[in-house]
């Protein structure tokens, strides 16, 4: 059914799409008779053998999606039921922000992929703190990823606050936190990917987690524009300050190989999308392989099929997440690809 109404949604402007789908999926499955039922029963997995437990949470099924989709956690219940093992919310800032200037979101059907620019909009830590206060009261069974950043008007220097008050407002409420340097579109984040000031942030929100009594695992998220030096200090970085594990990838900056019109190949942003997919994997498996599997990999970049997922996981992942794939093929390749793994 999903190839016969996303031509409708492809004629909207990207981001307008974006809230018009999930804002009539939430009220499909609040307001719907039996909606709730329906999308569990047509997209949700109820598939046994796809449980895992990685870095001490138990998933239902190892396919999630990833930050950036539900930045203020309002759409988690109806993606839920939507058979996603969990979902990661984010990028949150301690404080609301718009991000930058529309338009911001541009689609490359030629390439399956989008370039964003969005810039961290959200609305700010304690509007996501209380929501997903009241759904955890509700039902607690959802894993639940909290992804943090910096505000842009946070200088660098002074950016291992922002992630402090980030981490302290949603500890109770996530069951795991996701570290965001690598976006670029947020001007200098990048460069907190350095050793270290990204040891500084990492040492800082493992000290919190020490004095909670209860831990959460800390990941974190990095861009696939990393050398090979880099992603050498990323696995000794990961292993000195002990935290979780590491999400690849980001979305790049890279624009090499694709094949829509030059006008929108060369917006600013971060690309994803089938473009990123090869990347990605190579540097899960880059990762895996310097490591020796030594922490856990949450994959992600570019996937589109099951074929996609199995790669991923191949590579040394223990979990994937969707976004761009998601969009493009439809919420059916949840399931998809659930029933390919097992």
């Not at 870095?55 to 219940?77: H, S």
């Not at 996937?303 to 996609?308: E, G, T, Y």
């Not at 199995?310 to 493009?328: M, N, R, V």
Request: proline share 6%; with cysteine; charged share 25%.
């Amino acid at each position: 059914m999903y190839r016969f109404i996303k031509p409708v949604f492809f004629q909207l402007d990207p981001e307008k799409a974006h809230y018009f789908v999930t804002r009539r999926l939430n009220w499909f499955n609040d307001h719907f008779p039996f909606g709730k039922t329906i999308l569990r029963s047509t997209f949700g997995v109820h598939i046994k053998g796809l449980e895992r437990e990685v870095f001490g949470i138990k998933f239902t099924n190892p396919v999630g999606l990833a930050a950036g989709f539900d930045k203020n956690g309002e759409y988690i219940e109806a993606l839920s039921n939507l058979g996603f093992g969990f979902i990661e919310v984010g990028t949150v800032t301690p404080l609301p922000q718009p991000g930058n200037d529309k338009p911001r979101m541009f689609r490359l059907v030629e390439d399956n992929a989008i370039i964003n620019r969005m810039g961290f909009n959200n609305k700010g830590v304690d509007t996501l703190a209380e929501r997903l206060r009241l759904l955890k009261a509700k039902d607690s069974k959802i894993v639940i990823g909290g992804n943090i950043g910096k505000n842009k008007n946070t200088p660098n220097e002074e950016a291992v606050n922002d992630y402090i008050k980030c981490f302290d407002r949603l500890f109770d409420v996530v069951d795991y936190f996701v570290v965001n340097v690598s976006s670029p579109n947020t001007p200098g984040l990048r460069s907190l990917q350095e050793k270290g000031p990204l040891k500084d942030i990492l040492n800082a929100l493992q000290d919190r987690n020490n004095i909670n009594g209860v831990r959460r695992p800390i990941l974190l998220k990095i861009a696939p524009d990393l050398t090979n030096e880099q992603l050498d200090d990323i696995v000794e970085i990961v292993q000195e300050t002990k935290i979780a594990g590491v999400i690849a990838t980001n979305t790049t900056i890279d624009r090499s190989g694709l094949y829509s019109a030059p006008a929108v190949t060369a917006e600013a942003g971060g690309l994803s999308g089938k473009p990123l997919t090869k990347k990605s994997t190579e540097v899960i498996r880059y990762l895996a392989d310097k490591s020796g599997r030594s922490f856990p990999i949450i994959g992600v970049g570019g996937i589109h099929s099951p074929a996609d997922a199995k790669e991923k996981l191949d590579a040394g992942a223990s979990l994937i997440q969707l976004y761009t794939g998601f969009i493009y093929e439809g919420p059916g390749l949840v399931k998809r690809i659930c029933k390919a793994l097992l």
